[in-house]
């Protein structure tokens, strides 16, 4: 399902270089709370089975406009999608 509702006509969407091969995602900030602090952290939603393929995970290193983040962690959603945690790598 995620991967007809990935559009390019969408606010966010960006094309991410994954270990292995590019990958059409929406691209923005979440509000996070952890350990006593909050904050925002880039985030990256797309197919899971499209992430799955571009070798997309945990501990992985993806680009987004030319910026390389490190996939802090995983989040499944509904209908066959996720987001990715991200950090600056």
């Not at 292995?20 to 929406?26: E, F, M, T």
């Not at 602090?37 to 990256?44: D, I, L, S």
């Not at 089975?49 to 290193?61: L, Y």
Request: proline share 8%; net charge negative.
């Amino acid at each position: 399902m995620y991967a007809e509702l990935i559009d390019p006509d969408l606010p966010g969407y960006r094309l991410a270089t994954a270990p292995g091969g590019d990958l059409p995602g929406i691209f923005g900030n979440a509000w996070q709370e952890a350990a006593g602090q909050a904050g925002t952290a880039p985030v990256f939603t797309c197919d899971a089975a499209a992430a799955a393929a571009a070798g997309a995970e945990n501990n992985r290193e993806i680009t987004i406009d030319a910026v390389p983040y490190l996939i802090r962690e995983s989040q499944p959603r509904d209908g066959g999608g996720v987001t990715f945690i991200l950090e600056y790598a």
